[in-house]
């Protein structure tokens, strides 16, 4: 029986990609929805949220990576949202280096902005907490796939994280962040972490040979 299903089936990875399209159309469609009302455009409200999770602000290079656009886009953008009253710039040590961040009004659209996929956190939140953290660690391999590729801008994650020692302990916290010198489980990786400082590519490719090395683990438990 198994094998007709196979005979009729797409392949699983073209159904789970349909899939996120899917969900990827209607975040879209709420983002224009919720920057509309809001009076930016969805990259400016992408950007407002980048912002709002680095307090000690962001220089355009790093912002313009972040959304993956060009150093012109990203300088228009950053200069139509100082204009709103919704960022700042603010002159460096160097004077040629400029820091962004949010003014007051800034940070209050900033915290709608990320209210604008709570329909999605939702969803998430219906699944049982080891499923939330078998999805996220699934999220992580995703996302460097897809970073290595060039199809994502550069994430600031704990997988490519100089401070990440994956599999360092025994335990359901088996991560260490060598930052705050502490344990950690897959449930707590990041996906955009401020004090996340991107490994050099040696460090990387060990760290993803220990962190896929749990995987037979979790397949047997
Ligand atoms: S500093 Fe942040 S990104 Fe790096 S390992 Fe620690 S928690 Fe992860």
Redesign the pocket.
């Known amino acids: 029986m198994v094998a007709i299903f196979d005979a009729i089936s797409e392949p699983i990875a073209r159904r789970i990609t349909g899939g996120l399209v899917r969900i990827g159309l209607v975040l879209k469609s709420r983002a224009w929805k919720g920057a509309g009302s809001a009076g930016v455009t969805p990259t400016q409200g992408q950007a407002l949220s980048m912002l709002r999770e680095a307090p000690a602000g962001l220089h355009l290079s790093a912002l313009a990576k972040l959304l993956g656009v060009s150093a012109p886009t990203a300088s228009d953008m950053v200069n139509s949202l100082v204009a709103k009253g919704l960022a700042r710039k603010e002159a460096g040590t160097d004077k040629r280096s400029i820091t962004l961040k949010l003014t007051t009004d800034g940070e209050a659209l900033a915290a709608r902005t990320m209210e604008w996929p709570d329909f999605l956190g939702s969803a998430v939140e219906a699944l049982a907490p080891a499923e939330q953290a078998a999805f996220l660690r699934m999220l992580v391999k995703l996302i460097r796939t897809l970073q290595i590729n060039g199809d994502i801008p550069l994430q600031?994650?704990?997988i490519t994280?100089r401070?990440?020692r994956p599999n360092a302990h025994d335990g359901p916290n088996p991560h260490h962040?060598a930052?705050?010198d502490a344990p950690f489980g897959d449930r707590h990786l990041?996906l955009n972490?401020a004090?996340?400082e991107e490994a050099d590519d040696e460090t990387k490719d060990a760290n993803w040979q220990r962190f896929v090395a749990r995987d037979a683990i979790i397949a047997a438990s």
């Open positions: 600031r994650m704990c994280c401070h990440f962040c930052f705050v990041r972490c004090e996340q």
